[in-house]
């Protein structure tokens, strides 16, 4: 029985709607909690800003990012966030670490937590693939764990939703989250990986994916339906059509607007939209290529069924990985870049390509803006999530450094100084004078997680919440953080404490501990005659089309040392 | 009498995981659907010379000792080594490379897989160019064309064209062998070149100059291209860029003639590139032909746990990564490690003779199930569990998906990762007590 009292936090908790009061916070067994004993363990935190673990509901780090590893050896000596990356030679507490993008498994539990986030999402399982993932996840320290299972151009799918099959469909979904062990839907350009599997790409919502007879956004609208059938605790979590390509921000508002009259049982979203910096392009080229993003904003205003995550680019070097395959191989022509590719049998396609966004490239620059003015032009912070898609626009170890850009106007002329003049014309983000303050930085990289991952006992302090906590040395009643970005920044890079599960795991931003974390995913259940009837369709296509039997394909409970089995029960 | 079904075949890449195996008594008296290779792994387990005990050299000669004197022993040799090379680690479980690759971090050991003696060249290249790659089976399933590249899976992976590639029938192909086009390209008419439509035979070492008159045609440059490259007619070279450009799903399987010829990583690099250029036309993919049933495994592991596939380095702490500078048989040819610990791998019997002088020169650890020409080197020897038969674990797939492998009949041996657990406690031991 282990005890915690921490005393003079001045605690930012907006899901309790605390915002920078002084108060201390008690924990007991790794949970927040009323009140401990006379004997608990004291931290003074001495009026530091403190707030809930973060979350980081969409992130590449178990899986796909080993190929990009794989091709990058060059990335492992890349120390262009001292402290946060590069080699750095094994401690007594430490494993050896590598890396900036494509850090290895132990660097990447080591740098989250002294960002003082302790929970993170892998946006893209393959099922047929799960089996890695998960032995990656068991390899990242500290941090608890969830993945996204993909299922937008899975054929068992799209026969469903050809075939008109609901039930069937829900309970495909409820068993591919089974054998991969995953938390929710991922859908990434519907239909598009099937495409590629022949070269190929759907052009936008209602061009019809070869050979299977549905369009996108049939796809879209089956698995929406799906989810709520099932009662998962998250929405689908869509990565639209058409990533990438200047004037994308029309199939982008269509796919958003799809799901308008969806209901839910559960209190969150039915929709979450992905990395939309990257699905927010006006223009018809690259050559009148310009920002979207208040087309977007305003649609986003307009509506509460929705919310999304940034994909902020940073400058400098970035390694892109996706499921979305034809996106990587056209990237790889365009730039004249390396390219890796994964065609995923009866599931999907992959694919992962590096890149530099450099300040200098007006495209660059209207990139770097277009993910601000999406976070500063909606006007609820409860519909962000802040990311920068890591490693796709930047790896997560710039988190720091892109607050800054939310919470200082000064701080991003700075940065706007550098573009070429081109780049401002194609922009709005230099007539944007919003500043987000820590209670909305709270949000977006811990509070409306908690909401959207219906994960009630994390991304708050509140007595029951998993007593996952971030200390950082910054005291909101005397900074500036409109001006003081500096020391926003060294605050936000190295926790003064990060608390995870009630262990101390970050202490002056060195990481103290190393115990292992959790892994959460979804059992939903559907009536056994619903099952079994998938199961006929199912076990034909291991008998005829998989590479490996259905027994095998399963992820086992051995890949799981540490499991939270979130059940449900379908509608 | 047992039988298990679905059991995973732990012998080559392509780890087969529809084996049904019966077991009586603790011996498996039947194998279903394992090719010859297989079948001779889960049946001849103790036909073969299995090491019975743990052994340490004295006066020239390998005795048996207690499993605690040998680990003793070997924890003496890599605390007091300055650099140990360890080596192999592809016919076992990704759990066990793992401990492996800790052991290696804790003792500033260098760390190699059979990759060097194989596909490290493919790694380079997708270092450099990237490695455009599918699922197995989306090569069954969508693959009108199948080309085999210096490779010869008739003999290496003798169900890999029956299950994954020219004969297998999927949900594009559905006649099989007659929906497909198979082409092998070699030095010389192999067993599998018999089953080709066309054979394609070069000159040794030209693999680079036909990629490149390949490339050269795919691009629309067909005036560059001489009369002949690589001893193959301009005509035929034509001809074959013509079916790939036509194809609708070109797989190319390279295997170590590409691998391990003249130009090297640089033939990896022009397959890399010939298939981003034909993808430009159609779609082709690339997929290396794996030995050792777990050394991709080991690329994977070694690269999630330390950023790099392979010739890791741990001198320094960091790991440091410089294949020709850190490789297996770099080091041993340098002579700079001064002691090295061998599993799941038989350095004696494939490394270049100047790599076992030197292996003969110094304290060599081996852990392993059967006597090799490795145990010949060394001075301490473990006996270990066969991984997929006798144990537990996961392994991947050529193509990089990973299986569990069952654990299928009892055994007295210690698995290879206790063996290297056991192995890092002591070395924690005899540090601290230091």
Not at chain 2, 70 to 93: M, P, Q
Not at chain 2, 221 to 244: M, Q
């Amino acid at each position: 029985m282990s005890e915690l009292l921490i005393k003079n936090a001045v605690v930012c908790d907006p899901i309790n709607n605390v915002n920078c009061e002084k108060m201390d916070i008690s924990v007991k067994d790794g949970k927040i909690v009323e009140s401990v004993s006379s004997g608990a363990k004291v931290i003074d935190a001495g009026g530091k800003l403190t707030m809930a673990g973060g979350v980081d509901g969409h992130t590449h780090c178990a899986g796909k990012i080993n190929v990009g590893r794989f091709m990058s050896p060059h990335d492992m000596r890349m120390t262009n966030v001292p402290g946060l990356s590069g080699k750095e030679a094994p401690t007594a507490t430490t494993r050896a670490q590598v890396g900036y993008n494509t850090p290895n498994a132990f660097a990447i539990g080591y740098r989250y937590a002294k960002l003082g986030y302790t929970t993170i999402g892998e946006a893209a399982i393959p099922i047929i693939g799960a089996r890695h993932t998960h032995e990656e996840f068991e390899a990242i320290p500290i941090l608890d764990k969830f993945g996204l299972t993909l299922f937008g151009s899975n054929w068992q799918v799209m026969e469903y939703i050809r075939d008109d099959e609901p039930e069937k469909l829900a309970a495909y979904v409820a068993w591919g989250l089974k054998a991969s062990r995953g938390y929710g839907i991922k859908i990434v350009n519907p239909g598009g990986g099937e495409a590629w599997g022949w070269g190929k790409n759907v052009s936008g919502l209602d061009d019809p994916v070869p050979n299977f007879d549905v369009t996108p956004a049939q796809i879209i609208m089956g698995l929406a339906e799906a989810n709520e059938k099932l009662n998962l605790p998250h929405s689908i979590h869509l990565h639209c059509n058409n990533l990438g390509k200047p004037g994308n921000y029309e199939t982008t508002i269509a796919s958003m607007k799809l799901l308008e009259n969806l209901k839910s049982n559960r209190d969150r979203q039915v929709l979450h939209v992905t990395h939309v910096q990257f699905n927010a392009y006006g223009g018809t080229s690259w050559r009148d290529f310009e920002s979207a993003a208040p087309q977007v904003s305003d649609y986003i205003n307009s509506t509460d069924h929705m919310t999304f995550d940034l994909g902020q680019a940073i400058f400098g070097p970035a390694m892109t990985m996706t499921a979305d395959g034809p996106v990587e191989y056209a990237n790889s022509r365009m730039l004249n870049a390396k390219w890796s590719n994964m065609d995923v049998e009866l599931e999907d396609a992959s694919g992962v390509v590096p890149i530099t966004y450099s300040p200098k490239n007006f495209v660059n620059a209207v990139q770097w803006a277009i993910g601000l003015e999406l976070a500063l032009l909606v006007d609820d912070p409860w519909k962000v999530m802040f990311t920068t898609d890591s490693p796709n626009g930047g790896s997560f170890v710039n988190y720091p450094e892109a607050y800054t850009y939310l919470m200082s106007a000064k701080r991003r002329a700075e940065v706007i100084e550098g573009f070429p003049e081109m780049a401002l014309g194609r922009m709005n983000i230099p007539g944007i004078d919003r500043e987000i303050d820590l209670y909305e930085l709270a949000i977006m990289t811990r509070a409306m997680q908690s909401k959207i991952y219906c994960m009630d006992t994390k991304g708050h302090l509140g007595v029951g919440a998993d007593a996952d906590i971030a200390i950082y040395d910054l005291k909101p009643d005397s900074v500036d953080t409109t001006v003081e970005y500096a020391a926003v920044k060294k605050a936000f890079s190295g926790a003064a404490y990060t608390i995870k599960s009630g262990e101390v795991v970050v202490k002056d931003g060195e990481i103290a501990m190393t115990p292992e974390g959790r892994t959460y995913w979804v059992n939903a259940k559907m009536p056994q005659a619903t099952v079994d009837a998938m199961q006929v369709d199912v076990a034909k296509k291991f008998k005829k089309y998989y590479s490996v039997s259905q027994s095998n394909y399963m992820v086992e409970d051995e890949y799981l040392p540490h499991p939270v089995e979130i059940t449900t029960e379908a509608v | 009498m047992v039988v298990i079904t679905d059991a995973i075949c732990s012998l080559c890449g392509s780890l087969c995981d529809d084996i049904t195996v019966t077991v009586e008594d603790n011996v498996i008296t039947n194998v279903e659907r394992a090719c010859i290779l297989g079948r001779n792994k889960f049946v001849g387990m103790f036909l073969h010379d299995r090491i019975e005990s743990p052994m340490i050299r004295k006066n020239g000669e390998l005795v048996d000792v207690s499993y605690e004197e040998a680990i003793d022993e070997a924890a003496k040799i890599l605390v007091n080594s300055k650099r140990t090379l360890s080596y192999g680690w592809c016919s076992t479980s990704c759990e066990a490379i793992s401990k492996a690759i800790q052991l290696a971090e804790e003792t500033g050991s260098l760390i190699d897989s059979t990759a060097n003696v194989c596909h490290g060249p493919s790694a380079l290249a997708v270092q450099e160019k990237g490695g455009p790659s599918a699922t197995l089976g989306a090569v069954k399933n969508r693959a009108d064309v199948v080309i085999f590249w210096g490779c010869n899976p008739a003999h290496a992976h003798p169900r890999h064209m029956s299950r994954y590639s020219s004969f297998s029938k999927g949900f594009f192909t559905q006649k099989g062998r007659k929906d497909r086009k198979m082409i092998v390209i070699d030095v010389r008419k192999t067993d599998t070149a018999k089953l080709a439509d066309t054979y394609v035979e070069i000159e040794q070492g030209s693999d680079y100059l036909l990629v490149t008159a390949l490339r050269s045609a795919i691009n629309g440059h067909e005036d560059v291209i001489p009369d002949a490259v690589a001893g193959v007619s301009k005509e035929d070279i034509l001809e074959l860029a013509n079916v790939l450009k036509e194809a609708k799903y070109t797989c190319v399987f390279y295997g170590m003639g590409v691998t391990q010829s003249r130009s090297k990583y640089k033939n990896g690099d022009g397959v890399s590139s010939l298939i981003s250029d034909i993808n430009q036309h159609s779609k082709a993919v690339m997929i290396g032909m794996r030995g050792h049933y777990n050394v991709t495994g080991f690329g994977q592991v070694a690269t999630w746990e330390t950023g790099f596939p392979m010739a890791i380095d741990f001198t320094r702490g960091a790991p440091y990564y410089n294949p020709g500078e850190t490789g297996a048989n770099d080091v041993l040819v340098r002579g700079d490690v001064d002691a090295a610990i061998i599993s799941a791998a038989d350095a004696g019997a494939h490394f270049p003779q100047d790599s076992l002088k030197y292996l003969a020169k110094i304290p060599v650890i081996q852990i392993d199930p059967y006597a090799n020409p490795t145990t010949e080197l060394s001075d301490v020897v473990f006996p270990a569990a066969v991984v997929g038969v006798e144990a537990e674990g996961t392994a991947y797939r050529m193509d990089g998906i990973s299986l569990r492998m069952k654990k299928l009949i009892d055994t007295k041996f210690k698995t290879d990762e206790e063996i290297t657990v056991d192995l890092i406690n002591k070395v924690r031991e005899l540090k601290g007590g230091a």
